[in-house]
C-alpha cells in the first residue's frame, strides 16, 4: 500500500458517510475501478464503484439510512439481488454497492459463475490494470492505494494492459476486446496517447472468433461509447487490426482499398470514411460548445416539437457519418471518360442502414429514420455547391431535411477531404454561401418542417369527393408550386391554386350551402 493520497480524491463527504457505515457493519469497504483511474487522469466521474468484502446490498442500505439521520432526508436505494448490487445517488453522483466476488467462466459463455470474494480476489477478476485499482476506506489506512498491479505506472505511461494473462482475460470475457479498444480512445489526448500493449493485440487477433458468443446489445454499447469520443477513428482502425470489424459491422470493410483502371483510382473510402467520422466529432463538439446545435422532442400531442439546445454528442449523427459511404462499394462504377463514379450511392446506403440496424439490435425507430435520412441527403448540399444555388433548390432541401438540416450540414462540411487544400478552400467558400442561402430562404419562407395549407379534409369539402387519389395529386402540385417559388406559401394562393388545377382535372366545386 501507498501512502494516503486523499487531498483531492476523496474529499467528498459520501467517503466518510462510506466509511462510517462499514465499520459499524464490520466489513472493509474499498472505491474501485474507473473512478480512481480518473482521479489520477483528473477528469470528473460521478459515477462511483465501492466494493465491500460483505453484502453490497447491506452497506448501501447502512450508508442510506446514515444519509438519511444526519442529512434528514429520504435516501432511496435500487436493490439488484440477482447481481448482489445496489446503488444510491447523492448529490449528483451515482453510488455502486457490490460485494467482493471471484468468477471463473464456461468456454460457451460470457456469464460467470460468481462466489464471494476479497478484494485481491474481485481486483484479479477487472479487466485492465487501470481499472483495478482501489482506495481504502478504513479508518486506519483511509485513501491509501491498493493497487497490486501496477495501474498507476500503466497510466502513467499510457498503457492498456489486462491484469492476468490476456488470453484468459479476453477467454472469460470477450467484450474485454472491444472494451480495450474503446479505453484506448476515450483515454487517449492530444498530449498523451493511450495504447494496447502488443501481446494484448495478439491475443485479441487469435481470438478474434470469441466475438460470435457475444449479444449484439453489449457489442453496440461499446460501439456508440467509442463513438462519442473525440476521435473515434482510432477504435476503428484498431478493430481493423486486431479482426474485430470482421464480426462487427462487415459493410466497412469492403471500403477498403482502391481500384484502378487505365491509371485512374478513385478515394480510399475507408479512410475517408474514419476522417469524415473524425471530423463530424470535432465539428459537434465545437457547435455544442458555442450553443448552436439543437435538438427536436416531438410534443405529446404530436402537434409540433420541443427545442433545446444540445449539450452531448449524440451517437446518431456520429453513425450517420460511419454510414454516409456504405453505399459506394455497390455502386461503383468506371467510365472511361471521367473515370470512376458512385451514381446513387446515397440511395443504395439509404436501403442498407435497417438492415444493418436490424443485425445489430439497434433500434428502428425515429434514430434508424434520423441515420437514413442523412445518408440519402448527405449528397444534395455538395451538389447544390456545384450547381447555381437557386432558392427552389434551397427549399427543397430544407423540406426534405427538416430539423436535421444543421445536423446533414455538419456531416457534409466534415464530408470535404481532400488531400488538395486549394480544391477544400474552394468548395468550403462555395459551401458557406449554400448555408447563408439556406438562412436567408428559411427566414424567408418558413419552410423547415412546412405543412401543407391545403389539408384532404379541405379538397374533400370543396368538391364534395371521398377519399381519392385526387387529393394527393392537388396536394402534390400545391406543394411543388410552393416549394418551386411559383406561389406564395400562404393558405390563400394555395387555395387559389389548387382550384386552377382542379379545374385542368375536371373536378367541379361542390353546390354551395347557401346557394
Known amino acids: 500500500m501507498s501512502a494516503t493520497i486523499t487531498q483531492g480524491f476523496l474529499d467528498s463527504p459520501i467517503f466518510g458517510i462510506v466509511s462510517r457505515a462499514a465499520e459499524k457493519l464490520g466489513v472493509r469497504a474499498?472505491?474501485?475501478?474507473?473512478?480512481?483511474?480518473?482521479?489520477?487522469?483528473?477528469?470528473?466521474?460521478?459515477?462511483?464503484?465501492i466494493v465491500v468484502e460483505g453484502s453490497g446490498i447491506e452497506l448501501a442500505q447502512a450508508v442510506a439510512a446514515d444519509i438519511e439521520e444526519h442529512e434528514h432526508r429520504h435516501c432511496n436505494v435500487s436493490v439488484f439481488k440477482n447481481f448482489g448490487t445496489a446503488m444510491l445517488k447523492w448529490r449528483g453522483a451515482e453510488i455502486e454497492f457490490v460485494g467482493a466476488r471471484k468468477e471463473s467462466y464456461r468456454h460457451?459463455?460470457?456469464?460467470?459463475?460468481?462466489?464471494?470474494?476479497?478484494?485481491?480476489?474481485?481486483?484479479?477478476r477487472r479487466d485492465f490494470t487501470i481499472n483495478a485499482m482501489a482506495f481504502s476506506l478504513q479508518k486506519d489506512d483511509f485513501g491509501a492505494l491498493v493497487d497490486p498491479f501496477g495501474g498507476i505506472r500503466d497510466l502513467a505511461a499510457g498503457i492498456i494492459r489486462t491484469p492476468l494473462e490476456p488470453e484468459q482475460t479476453?477467454?472469460?470475457?470477450?467484450?474485454?476486446?472491444?472494451?480495450?479498444?474503446?479505453?484506448?480512445?476515450?483515454?487517449?489526448?492530444?498530449?498523451?496517447?493511450?495504447?494496447?500493449?502488443?501481446?494484448s493485440i495478439r491475443a485479441m487477433k487469435a481470438m478474434k472468433d470469441r466475438m460470435s458468443i457475444l449479444s449484439k446489445e453489449r457489442i453496440v454499447e461499446e460501439l456508440n461509447k467509442i463513438l462519442i469520443c473525440q476521435r473515434p477513428s482510432m477504435g476503428f482502425h484498431l478493430m481493423d487490426e486486431t479482426g474485430l470489424l470482421e464480426y462487427i459491422l462487415p459493410e466497412l470493410l469492403k471500403l477498403k482499398g482502391i481500384e484502378s483502371v487505365d491509371g485512374k483510382g478513385h478515394k480510399e473510402i475507408f479512410s475517408h470514411t474514419l476522417q469524415v467520422v473524425d471530423n463530424v466529432a470535432a465539428g459537434e463538439i465545437a457547435a455544442i460548445e458555442q450553443g448552436r446545435l439543437k435538438d427536436y422532442t416531438p410534443q405529446e400531442d404530436g402537434d409540433g416539437f420541443v427545442e433545446s439546445v444540445r449539450t452531448e454528442p449524440y451517437v446518431w449523427l456520429r453513425w450517420a457519418a460511419l454510414l454516409h459511404d456504405i453505399g459506394k462499394p455497390s455502386s461503383k462504377r468506371f467510365d472511361p471518360s471521367v473515370g470512376?463514379?458512385?451514381?446513387?450511392?446515397?440511395?443504395?446506403?439509404?436501403?442498407?442502414?435497417?438492415?444493418?440496424?436490424?443485425?445489430?439490435?439497434?433500434?428502428?425507430?425515429?434514430?434508424?429514420?434520423?441515420?437514413?435520412?442523412?445518408?440519402?441527403?448527405?449528397?444534395?448540399?455538395?451538389?447544390?455547391?456545384?450547381?447555381?444555388?437557386?432558392?427552389?433548390?434551397?427549399?427543397?432541401?430544407?423540406?426534405?431535411?427538416?430539423?436535421?438540416?444543421?445536423?446533414?450540414?455538419?456531416?457534409?462540411?466534415?464530408?470535404?477531404?481532400?488531400?488538395?487544400?486549394?480544391k477544400v478552400a474552394r468548395i468550403k467558400e462555395n459551401f458557406e454561401l449554400v448555408k447563408r442561402k439556406l438562412v436567408e430562404v428559411e427566414e424567408k419562407d418558413a419552410i423547415r418542417n412546412w405543412k401543407n395549407p391545403i389539408t384532404g379534409e379541405y379538397v374533400m369539402e370543396v368538391y364534395g369527393i371521398p377519399p381519392c387519389k385526387e387529393i394527393g395529386i392537388l396536394k402534390e402540385y400545391v406543394k411543388n408550386a410552393i416549394l418551386d417559388g411559383e406561389i406564395g406559401n400562404t393558405f390563400e394562393e394555395a387555395a387559389a391554386f389548387m382550384r386552377v388545377k382542379a379545374a385542368e382535372m375536371g373536378l367541379k366545386e361542390a353546390a354551395s350551402d347557401n346557394s
Not at 474499498?30 to 462511483?48: E, P, Q, S
Open 170 to 199: 479476453y477467454s472469460d470475457d470477450p467484450l474485454r476486446m472491444l472494451r480495450a479498444i474503446r479505453f484506448a480512445v476515450k483515454l487517449s489526448t492530444p498530449e498523451q496517447s493511450f495504447t494496447i500493449v502488443p501481446e
Open 340 to 422: 470512376w463514379t458512385f451514381h446513387g450511392h446515397e440511395v443504395v446506403g439509404s436501403r442498407m442502414v435497417p438492415k444493418i440496424f436490424s443485425r445489430l439490435k439497434m433500434p428502428l425507430n425515429e434514430k434508424m429514420k434520423y441515420v437514413q435520412k442523412l445518408v440519402s441527403l448527405h449528397h444534395r448540399p455538395i451538389a447544390l455547391v456545384d450547381e447555381e444555388v437557386t432558392d427552389s433548390a434551397v427549399r427543397r432541401l430544407l423540406f426534405d431535411a427538416g430539423n436535421e438540416i444543421d445536423d446533414l450540414m455538419l456531416l457534409c462540411n466534415a464530408d470535404i477531404t481532400s488531400k488538395n487544400p486549394v
Open 30 to 49: 474499498f472505491v474501485i475501478g474507473g473512478y480512481v483511474r480518473d482521479c489520477f487522469l483528473g477528469r470528473r466521474n460521478d459515477d462511483i464503484d
Open 108 to 124: 460457451d459463455s460470457r456469464k460467470p459463475i460468481v462466489e464471494d470474494g476479497t478484494l485481491e480476489e474481485d481486483q484479479l
